[in-house]
């Protein structure tokens, strides 16, 4: 448990640095698509990505 926090601690803590991106593992989302078949795109996106992915919810 504590490997994931750190991991998603230092992609979150890398993304905010100026310019702020999204990266391919970390995506930002303000809230949750009622769009049921997009949201399952960005999910399946980020548990296929290596190593997993993180979603960051109420993020503008």
């Given at each position: 448990m504590k490997n994931w926090l750190n991991r998603a601690l230092a992609l979150l803590?890398?993304?905010l640095e100026s310019p702020r991106?999204?990266?391919n593992e970390l995506d930002w989302k303000a809230a949750l698509s009622p769009?049921?078949?997009r949201l399952t795109e960005h999910l399946s996106a980020l548990s296929?990505?290596?190593g997993g992915g993180?979603?960051?919810l109420?993020?503008?």
């Open positions: 803590m890398g993304s991106h999204e990266l769009d049921k078949k296929n990505y290596a993180l979603t960051g109420g993020v503008r």
